[in-house]
């Protein structure tokens, strides 16, 4: 076993934001309700992903950078085929003889549909965008790292164009961990814990988000200006790690920006 339960469960939980953010970009792009759900992460071996595809799947390689480590993303081939119809102007529905992708059709799922999946993986996991690129399943396996290889796997289910269909997204153990940023194993004998109140956490303040297409977001240039979803006067929202702890007004103090805290921090409840 290579991550604990509490590291599953954020992985999970990054999934779960994930699915929120792709299913309103598919919204989006598509036009109609498009609901998108984690249904449970799992450390397995990489043949189990291969033994488990029990329906046609269409694999594509993530890269996080030009030459960075890699994941691995299958989509069920009845959900790839609809996003070549929609774009082509079809409408036929889920599950209409899958069958596998043609060049053509796996060059229009990367460029048309697959940046939705890219930009909701970056905002989740708080990095850049992945690249993606269409391979085949054979491929995919052995970028895995073998069949005994350990690998994470985050299932998606979609409900769409009144059907249900799924995808997944396969990490291989050093992708994950540069993603979760975790550390070498810790010594036999650990530190003494240091008290409550040295500890360091982050505080970080909101001032505004924006959704914008990929093509927007690839011409922005130099003293172009970018709305946000707020008004100068908006209380900004600040998080502490990540909760959302407080609501304070933007300002400075000498030459640095400030905050005012306006709302008591919002503590947990001891028992």
């Known amino acids: 076993v290579s991550f604990s339960d509490r590291q599953i469960r954020t992985v999970a939980e990054t999934h779960a934001v994930l699915s929120q953010g792709l299913g309103a970009a598919l919204s989006d792009a598509l036009g109609e309700s498009v609901m998108v759900r984690c249904e449970g992460v799992a450390e397995v071996q990489a043949q189990d992903v291969t033994n488990s595809r029990t329906v046609p799947m269409a694999a594509f390689v993530a890269r996080l950078g030009a030459n960075g480590p890699i994941f691995i993303v299958d989509l069920a081939a009845d959900l790839a ?3 070549v119809e929609r774009q082509l102007g079809g409408s036929d529905p889920l599950g209409n003889s899958p069958r ?3 060049a ?3 060059a229009i799922v990367v460029r048309d549909w697959l940046p939705h999946l890219s930009v909701a993986s970056a905002e989740a996991w708080g990095s850049a965008p992945p690249l993606m690129e269409a391979t085949t399943r054979e491929a995919a ?6 069949d005994e290889a ?3 796997v985050a299932s998606l289910a979609l409900e769409l164009a009144g059907g ?3 995808m997944s997204m396969t990490y291989p153990v050093p992708t994950l961990r540069g993603l979760l940023g975790l550390a070498l194993p810790a010594p036999a004998e650990a530190p003494e814990p240091a008290p409550v109140e040295d500890l360091v956490v982050e505080l970080r303040a909101e001032l505004g988000r924006v959704r914008l297409p990929v093509g927007d977001i690839r011409a922005l240039a130099v003293g172009d200006v970018i709305p946000l979803d707020r008004t100068h006067d908006a209380p900004a929202p600040v998080w502490i790690a990540d909760r959302l702890r407080f609501d304070a007004r933007p300002g400075t103090r000498g030459t640095r920006m400030a905050l ?3 709302t008591l921090p919002h ?3 001891t028992p």
């Open 81 to 83: 085929l609809l996003w």
């Open 100 to 102: 596998p992708l043609s």
């Open 104 to 106: 053509l059709e796996s």
């Open 141 to 146: 396996a052995r970028l895995l790292g073998g």
């Open 150 to 152: 350990p690998v994470v």
């Open 164 to 166: 249900s269909t799924r």
């Open 260 to 262: 005012e805290v306006l």
């Open 267 to 269: 503590l947990p409840q």
